[in-house]
């Protein structure tokens, strides 16, 4: 019985957590970057697109490890398990491409020439 109540449960916190916002840029990035004019300006946003990347690739890895588990125990979630997977995968795509974005996004600011 108990075990029966713990699945739900389990699932209502999971599906929350996936759902949650996913902001990677908290600050006004238009503002920074149009702020930029100096060499550590540019290093600052680029460490913040690295930052966000890495907080990107954690997210990712969560949902992996989601994914893991509904691959393996999909009978503990009977009709559902189907959509647990596609959702937990779309979300780890999702992550791993803010994750190369903002990689990206990093190195052509690492790149920036100032005159």
Request: aromatic share 6%.
């Given at each position: 019985m108990?075990?029966?109540l713990l699945i739900p449960l389990f699932l209502v916190l999971g599906l929350s957590a996936a759902c949650s916002e996913m902001n990677p840029?908290?600050?006004?990035?238009?503002?920074?970057?149009?702020?930029?004019?100096?060499?550590?300006?540019?290093?600052?946003l680029a460490q913040h697109y690295t930052e966000a990347a890495q907080k990107m690739q954690v997210k990712a890895d969560e949902h992996k490890?989601?994914?893991?588990?509904?691959?393996?125990?999909?009978?503990?979630?009977g009709k559902q398990a189907e959509t647990f997977k596609m959702h937990c995968q779309a979300l780890i795509n999702a992550y791993e491409r803010a994750v190369e974005e903002n990689r990206a996004m990093a190195a052509k600011h690492r790149e920036v020439e100032v005159r």
């Amino acid at each position: 019985m108990k075990i029966k109540l713990l699945i739900p449960l389990f699932l209502v916190l999971g599906l929350s957590a996936a759902c949650s916002e996913m902001n990677p840029h908290p600050m006004d990035m238009s503002q920074a970057v149009q702020n930029a004019k100096t060499k550590a300006d540019h290093e600052a946003l680029a460490q913040h697109y690295t930052e966000a990347a890495q907080k990107m690739q954690v997210k990712a890895d969560e949902h992996k490890r989601l994914l893991d588990q509904y691959q393996s125990k999909s009978y503990l979630y009977g009709k559902q398990a189907e959509t647990f997977k596609m959702h937990c995968q779309a979300l780890i795509n999702a992550y791993e491409r803010a994750v190369e974005e903002n990689r990206a996004m990093a190195a052509k600011h690492r790149e920036v020439e100032v005159r």
